[in-house]
């Protein structure tokens, strides 16, 4: 199984930065994508931003050049740095890797219990 654990959410201003971490722990063997989600309240979840075991990435067009994801050199964890955050953006945020259990052939997407992000106008 794996386990996933966001944390560094909270209230900011708008305007201002959070950086959110997010690790996860179990019988890994592999993780080939790790990313952030978010949902705010009566709205779907959406994509974020995603990050590759070799680095590559991905966002949304509405938090390029705002937001930034990197990994750590074990690929365990995961961080969200957002920068300039609107009030829009208030949203519970979410964790997500796609990874293979020790002893299983195939990747599974798991998800942490999420972090929330409260943006202050």
């Known amino acids: 199984q794996v386990q996933l654990v966001e944390s560094g959410g909270g209230l900011v201003q708008a305007g201002g930065s959070l950086r959110l971490s997010c690790v996860a722990s179990?019988?890994?063997?592999?993780?080939?994508?790790m990313g952030w989600y978010r949902q705010a309240p009566g709205k779907q979840r959406e994509l974020v931003a995603t990050?590759?075991?070799?680095?590559?990435?991905n966002y949304a067009d509405s938090v390029k050049g705002r937001f930034t994801t990197s990994r750590d050199s074990a690929g365990n964890t995961v961080y969200l740095q957002m920068n300039s955050l609107r009030p829009e953006e208030t949203a519970g945020y979410y964790c997500?890797?796609?990874?293979?259990?020790?002893?299983?052939?195939?990747?599974?997407?798991?998800w942490g219990l999420g972090t929330h992000v409260t943006v202050a106008s």
């Open positions: 179990g019988s890994i063997s592999s993780i080939k994508t």
């Open positions: 990050i590759t075991s070799g680095g590559s990435t």
């Open positions: 997500n890797a796609v990874a293979t259990a020790s002893g299983a052939s195939v990747q599974y997407g798991y």
